[in-house]
Every structure is written in structure tokens, then in C-alpha cells.
């Protein structure tokens, strides 16, 4: 079984970096991609109850992909509520940018 902690770490990397270089204003293709991108998750991700949980929090959240802060925002919203689950400190989802495309990594 993978290590649910550094897949969490590695794929929350990807994402998150992803939405801070998406386009402000993406085309229709990107849009298309970005939601298959992220509906394709709850299907795929190896690890079945975060899977199950993001499928859930999707439904009843449906993904933002207009642009690159609403999709920043998105994500960061469903990441907190993770970390809520998991008893983790939330993030303050206006520092997006100096996290994931402005400041250096960790
Ligand atoms: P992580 O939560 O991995 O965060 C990495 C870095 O992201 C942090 O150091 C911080 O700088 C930054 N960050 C933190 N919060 C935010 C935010 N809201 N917005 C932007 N940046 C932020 N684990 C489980 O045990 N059970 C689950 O059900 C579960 N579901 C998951 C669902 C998904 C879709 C993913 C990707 C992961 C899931 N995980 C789950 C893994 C879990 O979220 C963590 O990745 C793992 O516990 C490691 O946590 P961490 O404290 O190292 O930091």
C-alpha cells in the first residue's frame, strides 16, 4: 500500500502548483483538461477513503475552473477540509500565491 501521508504531500504539491501557474483566463481546452484532471482523482487516486471523501466534496463543491485564482481557491478550500478532518491547522487560503507560485517551497 502506498504511504498515504507522502502521496498526500507529493500529489497536494502537484495540484496546488498547478493552479498557480493555470491561465487567468484559460481557454475552453484548458478548462476541459483541468476538469478532467480533477474529476479523474476520486476515480484514481490510490488511497480509496481520501478518494471517497474528495468524491464527495467535489459533488458538493463542483470544481472552479474559470482561472487560476478561483481554481487556487478551490483547492485550497478542499485541502482545508482535509486538514479539518484530519485535526490539522487550516490555511489561509489568501496566501495561495506566496506558498505555490511566489514564495520558495519548503
Ligand atoms: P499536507 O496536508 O500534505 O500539505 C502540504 C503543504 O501544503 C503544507 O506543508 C502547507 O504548506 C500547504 N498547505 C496546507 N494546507 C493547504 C491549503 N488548504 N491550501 C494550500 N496549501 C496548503 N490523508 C488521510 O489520512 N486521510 C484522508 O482522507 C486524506 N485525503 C486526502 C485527499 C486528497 C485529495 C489528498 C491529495 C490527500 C489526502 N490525504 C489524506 C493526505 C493528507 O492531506 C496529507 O497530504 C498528509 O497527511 C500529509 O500532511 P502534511 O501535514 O505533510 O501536509
Keep these: 500500500l502506498p504511504d498515504v501521508e507522502q502521496l498526500g504531500r507529493a500529489t497536494w504539491t502537484f495540484l496546488h502548483t498547478t493552479a498557480a501557474y493555470y491561465p487567468e483566463r484559460p481557454t475552453p481546452f484548458q478548462r476541459a483538461n483541468m476538469l478532467n484532471l480533477l474529476h479523474s482523482l476520486p476515480v484514481l487516486y490510490p488511497c480509496s477513503h481520501c478518494a ?27 485541502h482545508n477540509e482535509v486538514n479539518e478532518r484530519l485535526g490539522k491547522e487550516t490555511f489561509d487560503c489568501a496566501k495561495t500565491d506566496d506558498r505555490w507560485r511566489d514564495g520558495p517551497p519548503d
Design 52 to 78: 471517497s471523501h474528495l468524491a464527495e466534496e467535489t459533488k458538493r463543491t463542483p470544481p472552479d475552473v474559470s482561472g487560476r485564482v478561483a481554481l487556487s481557491r478551490w483547492l485550497c478550500e478542499r
